[in-house]
């Protein structure tokens, strides 16, 4: 069936260093895809998405290409800061009308 | 700018007891979701709405029931709370569809002894 495999955490880094976190969707189809962020005792908040395969999304220094070949969403940061520490989520959807599948998650934490 | 609310943030009960968490938004959205978040899997779906009087069940709706009388507020009751539904849950709502962007609330965090 349709799901999401993230890269298990705790993910853990130096301030400055590269990031990214592994994401792959198994589908019928092209999706459209997600990152979502959950900051400590928040709910989840939309980082970015891609509707289309080439697709790159971004925000606050966040990327991921949407990878038809791979079927791959890999959530990626040149320079990541304390303030990054949370929990981001991947999923998809394939049809607008369709519900979201969801990730597990995956904790990053940010040493200064 | 509430965006979306939940009440209450935290709650005990022992089994066998019910209530409801509440949920309101103030955004005018037609879409809204509750999800429960439970460790090492992602948000599952409960039951969702597609506007005032029109509510549908997802992944895991047993045990739950919900209702939407209004765009602003839709409620999830526990009818019988289990050990099973501990839980943090997450309200959320979307301006066109279920599979467009979600804003959620902040959850409510649920321990059922």
């Known amino acids: 069936g349709d799901s999401v495999t993230q890269m298990e955490g705790p993910v853990t880094l130096s301030e400055e260093a590269f990031l990214t976190i592994n994401c792959t969707y198994t589908a019928t189809g092209y999706p459209s895809l997600f990152w979502y962020v959950q900051y400590p005792g928040e709910g989840l908040q939309l980082l970015l998405k891609a509707t289309k395969a080439d697709d790159k999304g971004s925000n606050k220094g966040f990327e991921a290409t949407y990878r038809k070949e791979t079927t791959s969403f890999h959530l990626e940061k040149g320079s990541v800061q304390v303030s990054d520490s949370a929990v981001y989520f991947c999923?998809?959807?394939?049809?607008?009308?369709?519900?979201?599948?969801w990730g597990a998650g995956t904790k990053l934490i940010i040493k200064p | 700018n509430a965006g979306v609310t939940q009440t209450p943030k935290f709650q005990v009960l022992k089994t066998g007891q019910s209530m409801t968490l509440q949920c309101a938004q103030d955004?005018?959205?037609?879409?809204m979701s509750w999800y429960r978040q439970d460790p090492g899997m992602g948000l599952r779906l409960i039951h969702y709405s597609v506007g005032a009087g029109i509510t549908d069940q997802g992944e895991v709706p047993n045990g739950y029931n919900v209702s939407r009388s209004t765009t602003e507020d839709f409620p999830l009751r526990l009818l019988s709370a289990a050990p099973s539904q501990t839980s943090v849950y997450f309200c959320?709502?979307?301006?066109?569809?279920?599979?467009?962007?979600?804003?959620f609330g902040p959850g409510t965090r649920l321990t059922v002894l």
């Open positions: 999923a998809f959807c394939m049809d607008s009308n369709y519900q979201l599948i």
């Open positions: 955004m005018n959205h037609e879409y």
């Open positions: 959320a709502s979307s301006p066109t569809t279920l599979g467009d962007t979600q804003y």
